[in-house]
């Protein structure tokens, strides 16, 4: 029951969060910026429309932002949210989650090739590659949690006795991960400086630019995926970092949605101070965070045998 | 063991019948088409005893004095004859109506008779028992294969790639010869048995030779470069078998003889695992580099080759490391991709097939928007890219994860094997990766989008015989996704007569493949209540359509589209040292530009490497020794004579 009404608060906050990294970035920049609530606006506004379909698109184009949310809602079931324990859970779930939120992304890149547009195929084609290198670091990191937890769960990794902690004794290692993580974060997401949200250029995009022929509540369902996407990511590195309090699990779950906010406010404070890589470079970026947690993964090569 | 012999009887029928009826186009190809779907029934039914007991017990046939033959099923080869009997009748079917031209209907019928033959000498090769038994099998099978592939014999590029295959095939046979030439040198026999009382050194030379024997077959890197030669040739359906089932007898061997061989030590593995990581990285990036659809698919059978092996290496290095659960999930997957993959790849090269014959081109840049024309064709083929990419809810995902589960035992290992574990791990998440970016574009390239040429936009839906196969594995492939555990109990049972695994307790991974399956109806689930939620969201609502948002350019047209050259290019260009691009580009040099020329190539460095530090050196001393071939008989034949003396004296 816990678990179901975390579940249900998280899915209900999760537009609020990206509210938050605007609110950031606008007080970074000195201006007032939109309402915390704006995301909430703009999907009950996409929802009460209809849509415009391009001739050129075929009923893949549609399944495109179903399969896309469901690929985003999917984790979320299988992570510990605020101290308590995920609805579902079993031995080698992120595998399994990690390739479904493959078929949303291959659905996503099927459905912006499918309106025949140059631009949405540029993206889609910058999608695929950094996606398949990020890819690279998520599983570098679940090698890494094997070798310190011996497990192959979300719910192992950050709820119960022996979930990975910076407190722990490989606490050390887990700051590359949470560096490592966060690069990804940003990357997966398509945030500055892998990707801009803001930027009206569609040269120079990638999500934004697939989904630029998706109108009505299939944008909706895509607005609210990717949500749900950067919420999983988010709180995957706030496990990182909250430390086990001996605590309630109102305490417990205050200080996990603090700690959320402030991973948030990082992302804003990141896309204030930085500006977008030449796509070249994104690769490197890519790798350097692969090479982080490849490197922490051969540390413990050192003492564990 | 009867009824097997007797549904191979009812195949060889089919194979023969075309010869006598080619007059009458249709009814041959009926009666081929029914003998083999007939034959194949009855084969899967034979298997079902074996499934029990044991198995039959061995069946010898001898002629004269030095030829006898030697057959046995065991698990492991009842595992193996389940794909040839399940793909192969469906590629006769697929033929019934892709052979449609009845003025060729002697070579459809000589392709018929090949293809029984094929199918024959596969299944002897999976239930020889003795190395000649084995050795002649294997003969006939590449020999067959070869017949099929030179199908369009016209052509001079059929005729070269033919070739190409022809001296893989025969340079690879030429090595599992010289493996048995070494196992009879000590063992004195041609039998099975004794084969792991060899002593290590021997082992090891024997593991190596037919490593690259078979490996030529199955098209490991860098031995595989007449897969994307000799699959476009081909007819689609022949592609399907070969690249489905045929290219899996070379793991065929390779499991077999590591069985009959006994080497726990770590080397087999972890040049298996090597070759695997090798193969499956490299075959997905060339993928990616190649623009002809079928060349493609070649391409991804190399890398589904490299999965498998990563499996089998990632088994291997279980047993030499006394991991158990990583030997037989290792070894499990990687059976079960082995059935996977002839399930997709025969799907998706029946697809091009049928792409093929209604827009008479291979390249993806020249296709477009087939999905809307050819609805049936577009839906498969969307499936079979799915699941090739190894995405749940369907089957290539299953053995992908138990090939997953298997290198994460592995991490628990110490020193070098934890770092191959960790590698296979890395590996097998760009594979993904990559599989997934090379089948979005080749489904948004060519099944997508606005036709990019006229023969694409004329096209129409293929016929029912070709449909229905390709409906049957789309299904197929789906119900392995969602209904796992009865494929896993099976590759679970081709590992049982395996001995250094040891006996596998009933209910292993049990829990685990439930879940899998619980993850895959849960995603379906809930895609089918936010596909509700979605129709709720539309209802009454005012659906427009209107072209595609073109950025503020009024005037977009098909070929303004992204092409499958530039989709994969950044990839491409990021293997570098690994893959080597050529570029031609004229330039533009004067103030009125004239017409400009711009070309890349994606060329395999194994073919290039091949050529320069093989092929020439060879070539050239090769060439100081044409005088020999003078063209006077009777000097031939004064060779065969000093031959035949020099022989004698010394033996």
């Known amino acids: 029951?816990?678990?179901?009404l975390s579940f249900m608060l998280a899915l209900l906050l999760a537009p609020l969060f990206p509210g938050i990294i605007n609110r950031t970035k606008a007080f970074v920049a000195g201006k007032q910026g939109p309402p915390l609530l704006m995301k909430y606006y703009t999907l009950a506004k996409l929802c009460r429309k209809g849509s415009v379909y391009s001739t050129s698109s075929s009923f893949v184009f549609k399944m495109g932002p179903t399969v896309s949310f469901t690929a985003a809602l999917m984790p979320l079931l299988f992570i510990p949210l605020a101290g308590t324990a995920p609805l579902f859970s079993f031995h080698g779930d992120v595998i399994v989650l990690f390739y479904i939120m493959g078929i949303g992304r291959f659905f996503t890149i099927a459905a912006a090739l499918d309106t025949a547009s140059p631009f949405e195929g540029m993206g889609a084609a910058r999608e695929a590659f950094f996606s398949t290198l990020a890819e690279a670091t998520?599983?570098?990191?679940?090698?890494?949690?094997?070798?310190?937890?011996?497990?192959?769960?979300?719910?192992?990794y950050f709820h119960g006795e022996n979930a990975v902690s910076l407190a722990g004794p490989t606490g050390a290692l887990l700051l590359f991960v949470i560096v490592a993580m966060f690069m990804v974060l940003l990357t997966e997401n398509s945030r500055v400086p892998v990707d801009d949200p803001q930027t009206h250029l569609e040269l120079t995009m990638i999500h934004e630019v697939m989904i630029l022929d998706h109108s009505g509540p299939d944008l909706a369902l895509i607005e609210l995926g990717?949500?749900?996407?950067?919420?999983?990511?988010?709180?995957?590195?706030?496990?990182?970092?909250?430390?086990?309090?001996?605590?309630?699990?109102?305490?417990?779950?205050?200080?996990?949605?603090?700690?959320?906010?402030?991973?948030?406010?990082?992302?804003?404070?990141?896309?204030?101070?930085?500006?977008r890589f030449k796509m070249n470079l994104v690769p490197k970026y890519i790798l350097t965070s692969f090479t982080l947690v490849f490197f922490a993964a051969i540390l413990t090569m050192g003492f564990m045998q | 063991m009867d009824t097997l012999f007797y549904a191979l009887a009812v195949i060889l029928a089919g194979g023969i019948l075309p010869l006598l009826l080619y007059r009458q186009f249709k009814v041959m190809k009926a009666a081929a088409v029914i003998a083999t779907v007939v034959g194949s029934m009855l084969g899967l039914m034979a298997l079902t005893p074996a499934l029990q007991?044991?198995?039959?017990?061995?069946?010898?046939?001898?002629?004269?004095?030095?030829?006898?033959?030697?057959?046995?099923?065991?698990?492991l080869s009842v595992f193996f004859l389940v794909p040839i009997f399940l793909i192969c009748p469906l590629a006769a079917l697929y033929g019934f109506h892709y052979m449609d031209k009845s003025e060729e209907a002697w070579r459809i019928a000589v392709n018929y008779c090949c293809l029984s033959l094929l199918i024959v000498s596969m299944v002897l090769v999976v239930c020889a028992d003795s190395l000649i038994t084995f050795a002649l099998a294997w003969e006939v099978m590449s020999l067959t294969s070869y017949f099929l592939v030179v199908h369009e014999f016209h052509k001079k590029e059929t005729r070269a790639a033919g070739y190409l295959y022809f001296v893989f095939a025969q340079a690879g046979a030429m090595c599992i010869f010289a493996a048995f030439g070494l196992i009879y040198s000590v063992t004195g026999s041609f039998s099975f048995d004794g084969l792991d009382q060899l002593s290590s050194p021997l082992k090891l030379a024997v593991f190596i030779l037919t490593l690259l024997g078979f490996g030529s077959k199955a098209g490991i890197f860098p031995l595989h470069i007449w897969?994307?030669?000799?699959?476009?040739?081909?007819?689609?359906?022949?592609?399907?078998?070969m690249s489905g089932v045929m290219i899996k007898m070379g793991i065929y061997g390779i499991f077999r003889f590591y069985t009959l061989l006994g080497d726990t030590s770590m080397l087999p593995g972890q040049i298996i695992l090597a070759v695997g990581m090798a193969s499956g990285v490299l075959g997905v990036v060339y993928a990616l580099g190649k623009h002809d659809i079928k060349r493609l698919l070649a391409y991804h059978s190399v890398e589904n080759i490299g999965i498998i092996l990563i499996g089998a290496g990632l088994g291997m290095i279980g047993v030499a490391t006394g991991n158990a659960t990583m030997a037989i999930f290792g070894f499990a997957g990687s059976l079960l991709h082995v059935l996977n993959h002839s399930i997709f790849k025969s799907l998706l090269f029946m697809g091009a097939g049928a792409v093929l014959q209604k827009t008479r081109t291979r390249h993806v840049d020249e296709l477009g928007g087939l999905i809307k024309r050819m609805p049936t064709t577009g839906r498969t083929f969307l499936v079979g890219s799915i699941s090739i990419s190894g995405l749940p809810p369907f089957n290539g995902f299953i053995s992908e994860f138990l090939i997953y589960f298997a290198a994460f035992q592995g991490l628990t290992l110490p020193g070098i094997s934890f770092l191959f574990a960790s590698l296979a791990i890395i590996s097998l998440a760009v594979i993904g990766g990559l599989a997934a970016a090379c089948f979005t574009k080749v489904v948004g390239i060519v099944f997508l989008g606005e036709p990019r040429s006229e023969a694409a936009a004329r096209a129409s839906e293929v016929q029912a015989s070709m449909t229905l196969p390709l409906l049957l594995l789309a299904v197929l492939c789906l119900v392995i996704g969602i209904f796992p555990a009865p494929f896993v109990e099976l590759a679970f049972f081709g590992l049982r007569d395996m001995a250094m695994i040891g006996a596998i307790e009933p209910g292993t991974g049990q829990v685990l493949i439930s879940n899998l399956a619980f993850a895959a109806r849960l995603f379906l689930g809930i895609l089918l209540g936010v596909t509700l939620l979605r129709r709720v969201l539309y209802a009454g609502k005012e659906i427009a359509s209107g072209p595609t948002w073109g950025c503020g350019f009024t005037q977009p047209n098909v070929r303004m589209q992204y092409t499958g050259t530039s989709y994969a290019?950044?990839?491409?260009?990021?293997?570098?040292?690994?893959?080597?691009?050529?570029?031609?580009?004229?330039?533009?040099?004067?103030?009125?530009?004239?017409?400009t020329t711009y070309e890349t190539r994606v060329d395999d460095i194994a073919e290039i490497g091949m050529h320069r530090y093989l092929l020439q050196p060879l070539v050239k001393i090769l060439d100081r020794l044409r005088w020999i071939q003078h063209g006077h008989i009777q000097l031939y034949i004064g060779y065969i004579v000093l031959t035949i003396v020099v022989l004698l004296l010394v033996f």
Do not use: C
Request: glycine content about 6%; proline content about 7%.
């Open chain 2, 227 to 241: 897969l994307p030669h000799a699959h476009p040739a081909a007819p689609s359906h022949i592609s399907a078998v």
């Open chain 2, 569 to 595: 290019m950044s990839i491409v260009e990021f293997f570098q040292p690994f893959v080597s691009i050529r570029t031609v580009y004229s330039g533009i040099r004067r103030i009125f530009p004239g017409a």
């Open chain 1, 138 to 156: 998520i599983f570098a990191v679940l090698i890494l949690f094997y070798r310190v937890s011996g497990s192959l769960s979300l719910a192992d």
């Open chain 2, 53 to 75: 007991d044991t198995g039959p017990p061995t069946t010898t046939w001898a002629w004269q004095q030095f030829l006898t033959l030697t057959f046995s099923i065991d698990s």
């Open chain 1, 226 to 275: 990717a949500f749900f996407k950067l919420l999983f990511y988010s709180v995957f590195i706030t496990h990182l970092l909250q430390p086990p309090v001996p605590a309630g699990i109102l305490v417990n779950g205050l200080l996990f949605y603090g700690i959320l906010t402030l991973v948030y406010v990082a992302v804003g404070v990141t896309e204030s101070t930085m500006a």
């Open chain 1, 1 to 4: 029951m816990e678990s179901l």
